[in-house]
């Protein structure tokens, strides 16, 4: 029975055991109830027919699944082998960063100190000339002072 797939919903199922529990039949003419045999008969023990096509359509689609769930099993397990690896990995990076940047805020720090405890020197009579021409020429361009 292999590629033959079936599918079956709460109304057919429903339909189907009211039409095989049942102990007659339609007679197509004239319009009339016939004596049949009920399926299963009601002293049987073991499954119906129906019961056993609807056993080996669930042990199909469950042997599916679990062929899909292995392929897709082998693909996620090696992704999450390759992810505890780059954690890992990343861990270490991170304990070695954290100690470089440790020893980088101490060297910052000393750096600082250093530069802010060094005497500002004095300007030069060049520097204090082109200053003030400077600021004298910015003025007088930028806020337009008629004159002068």
Not at 11 to 17: A, H, I, N
Not at 64 to 74: F, G, I, P, S, V
């Amino acid at each position: 029975m292999a590629g033959k797939f079936y599918y079956y919903s709460i109304r057919r199922v429903k339909k189907r055991g009211k039409k095989d529990g049942r102990d007659w039949r339609w007679k197509f003419f004239p319009f009339s109830k016939e004596q049949k045999e009920p399926d299963p008969p009601l002293n049987q023990g073991e499954p119906s027919e129906f019961e056993k096509e609807l056993l080996e359509a669930a042990e199909q689609n469950l042997s599916r699944e679990a062929q899909r769930w292995a392929k897709l099993d082998e693909k996620l397990h090696k992704d999450c082998r390759d992810a505890e690896d780059r954690y890992n990995e990343a861990k270490k990076t991170l304990e070695k960063e954290r100690k470089e940047h440790a020893d980088s805020v101490v060297v910052y720090e000393k750096a600082q100190e250093r530069f802010l405890n060094q005497p500002t020197p004095p300007p030069s009579k060049g520097m204090v000339l082109v200053h003030s021409f400077g600021s004298y020429y910015s003025g007088r361009v930028y806020f337009q002072r008629p004159g002068l």
